[in-house]
């Protein structure tokens, strides 16, 4: 042992010559001097003495080096200082959680949980998804920012190659030249800075910076294309007078002029990425996801949270159903299976000293914060709770999702959770669609569904749960073929509810209700109607003395209705109404 430890030390100082301090950590306490006439040495004189036989060897070589030795106390001791919180001792000691063994067993569960919310043969690529990616700082993140600033770099040296000759250019461009050469300098080290989500991101000084580049860069281009008409004429600004002087005469006289275009266009690019919603987020604490109801939250949530176990990155996954009595960290702390004596500063730092290890930031996703039974809490002190708590945990971040319809009630107006509104799939239909009638075994549509109804991913799966179910196995084709597929998918819907409330399937009470509800609120010019007054209007078609199963408990349990719930004020009565869910 003794040599081993002299070897070490040996090639330690051999490695590096400035090295002044070593350090033998012992995870014991070796044995004190005995006492009275007991004969032998101890285990701490033995160090000591060894100790100083090295030191005084190693001088002899020219070499001055101070050796320490910490033992179990001291090394206590020092641990116990920097982990106030008894969370860093959890992570390292604690063999059983926080492994990758236990963090995708809990994912499981939370997928588990999700149920027919999470369909991953169903997952399509959609900007809502990015924006997670951009508030976890992941690889596809890191991948834009690079893009961006290679086509930064790419555009700055074009320029500086161009008007770098200052000689060629008119003594009265030079100083704007010049300005811009340095902003863009300037610029490129403000967007690497980008790069380190550990350190915050200047987003003011960088638009400062960016619009003043598009303003001398503007004024630059308007001096050379005045400078190139008076040489060439305006008509010469063309793709074939160029490329005339390229080849006959080896000369590029629309050089700068066509340098200053696409040093443009490089930055008004960068301009609109800097104004997208997701540039805020990777330096943010908190996001907040939002968007009307069946457009794929949970979907996106969980999809994302199993994305980022694989890259190696902590995600951990609760529900808003999840949250009851109690405060969230011990809602928390309770579904991930955690001893009772586990204190609240414990578990965030141990989830936050198992992120630092990997060193990537670690998520906490609470899905459908609307579904909480008690929801105004998290307005009325658990979100601005959970927040101050984990300001103390920098490598932990959080993401809530919640229904449009709910936010007043569960976020308070003055607190401030950067947000990023869930499309569905907007922009990606028809590759929705493809994947949609291929999962369910039918045939793609011959004419794009252009309805924007089919961008909801909820709204998909019922229409091709009813072409399934009737057993058609593709859209009906002609004008009317989105009115076909609605006639499916009552039907199938009123099947369901006949057998329900026990009613003959062909008065198809269904189809009467929704156009019942449909013209009251086009008479009303209001897209809801008061709970009470849409539950008479379903009861004068069909009636019950028992509610589960009554016709109005069908339609919203078939997703065809929705109930919302509104106060007027915070002090009145709740209030509830009834909307169609797919408006």
Known sequence: MRVTAFFGLIKAVQNHPELTRYIFCFPFNPTGPTSGDRRGTSQTEKLENWKGKKIKE?????????????????????????????GLRRYWFDASIMTDEWLNKRLEEARSQAGKRYSPKLSVDVPAFGALESFACSGSWVERVIKFLDMLRHDAESWNRYMGNNDKVHENFRDNIRKISDELYKLCKEIETMLDTEQPFDYKGVRETLNDLISLTKNVENDFFREFCDTHGEKSDTPGFRQFHAEYMCDFPAGRLDTSRDLLKCLEKIAVWLESQEIILPNSQKMLLRGPAGVGKTHAIIDHALHLSKKGQISIVFFGEDFTAGEPWEIMSSKLGLAGN????????????????????????????????????????????????????????????????????????????????????????????????????????????????????????????????????????????????????????????????????????????????????????????????????????????????????????????????KRSSPLAPKEWSCRFTFD
């Open 342 to 565: 586990i204190s609240r500063d414990e578990l965030w730092g141990m989830i936050n000293a198992a992120a630092e290890a990997t060193g990537k930031h670690a998520l906490v996703y609470i899905d459908a914060i609307n579904e909480s039974k008690d929801r105004q809490k998290w307005k009325q002190s658990w979100l601005p709770t959970l927040h101050q708590q984990l300001k103390h945990f920098p490598w932990i971040k959080i993401c809530i999702s919640c229904r449009d319809t709910y936010l007043h009630e569960v976020i308070d107006d003055g607190d401030e959770w950067p947000e990023y509104e869930h499309n569905g799939f907007i922009g990606r239909e028809f590759e929705a669609i493809r994947q949609f009638f291929e999962f369910y075994e039918l045939q793609p549509p011959a004419t794009p569904l252009l309805q924007k109804e089919f961008a909801n991913p909820l709204f998909l799966h019922l229409v091709c749960q009813g072409l399934k179910d009737a057993g058609v196995d593709s859209v009906p084709l002609g004008s009317l073929g989105f009115t076909a597929v609605l006639r499916l998918l009552i039907e199938e819907k009123n099947k369901n509810a006949a057998k329900a409330s026990r009613y003959d399937p062909r008065d198809n009470k269904v189809h009467q209700a929704l156009k019942a509800l449909a013209e009251q609120m086009a008479s009303d010019n209001n897209r809801s109607l008061p709970l009470e007054r849409a539950k008479a209007i379903v009861d004068k078609i069909f009636i019950v003395d028992d509610y589960s199963r009554s016709l109005f408990k069908q339609l919203e349990k078939e997703g065809l209705i929705s109930l919302v719930e």
């Open 58 to 86: 190693l001088s002899s070589e020219g070499i001055t080096i101070d050796i320490e030795f910490w033992h179990e106390s001291l090394l206590r001791d020092y641990l116990i200082d920097v982990d106030r919180n008894g």
